[in-house]
């Protein structure tokens, strides 16, 4: 069964204090691992798309890497402003319902001043 | 390039009831997936659309249906509404291709009393 495993489920971090966050998965087929952030009621919004085993992509303070097993978020000097609710999402090769995207439970983050 | 809207934003029913949400996809996108995301959890797949289709379908039951019309635009129907269908409704639209993005809307925030 495909899955996707967030932790940890919260993490609290002072401003300036960088750490990563983990995506474990498994998936009969990768076709693509994304990383959104979601605000309190509001819809995720798309950071990143990884597609193989090595790659690397880079925004601002973020960077999400990708191995055959795992994902990780790591965020580097933090600020109050990136306090939000981290989602990792595996899109499968195999199956009936190729399209969709089969999601973790998130990692809330909340960086103090 | 207009992003993913969806209306309303909030609608309280009582059991029993039927609803209609309603989704606008991004410019040039002809796919829609609608998810379903409960509080702390993460967002589980209903449905996809393409190009009118239903192409893809989510562990949910028959009253949750849906329609994409001609301007790529969809409607999300669940009739019969329990009260676990309390949560929030969102809408994402992307164009098919390697690892094709989905991006959200908003969502809508249903409440069934």
């Known amino acids: 069964e495909d899955q996707v495993t967030q932790s940890p489920e919260a993490l609290r971090l002072q401003e300036g204090e960088s750490s990563s966050l983990n995506c474990s998965y498994t998936v009969s087929g990768l076709r693509g691992l994304f990383w959104y952030r979601q605000d309190p009621g509001k819809g995720p919004e798309f950071l990143f798309t990884?597609?193989?085993a090595g790659e690397e992509k880079e925004k601002e303070r973020l960077k999400a890497t990708l191995t055959k097993k795992e994902s990780f978020l790591h965020i580097t000097a933090p600020k109050p402003e990136d306090s939000a609710t981290y989602l990792c999402?595996?899109?499968?090769?195999?199956?009936?319902?190729?399209?969709?995207?089969?999601f973790g439970k998130g990692t809330k983050l909340s960086v103090k001043p | 390039e207009t992003g993913v809207t969806q209306s309303p934003t909030h609608l309280i029913k009582t059991r029993g009831q039927q609803v209609t949400l309603r989704c606008s996809s991004q410019s040039g996108h002809n796919t829609v997936s609608w998810y379903q995301q409960a509080l702390g959890q993460g967002p589980q797949f209903i449905f996809q659309y393409y190009r009118e289709e239903e192409n893809g379908r989510g562990n949910f039951p028959p009253r949750f249906s849906g329609l994409q019309f001609p301007n790529y635009s969809s409607e999300l129907n669940v009739n019969a509404l329990e009260l676990d269908d309390s949560a929030l409704y969102l809408c994402a639209s992307s164009f098919p291709g390697k690892g094709e993005t989905q991006y959200f809307g908003p969502g809508t925030r249903l409440l069934v009393l």
């Open positions: 990884l597609y193989s």
């Open positions: 999402a595996v899109q499968a090769s195999y199956g009936g319902s190729q399209g969709n995207l089969i």
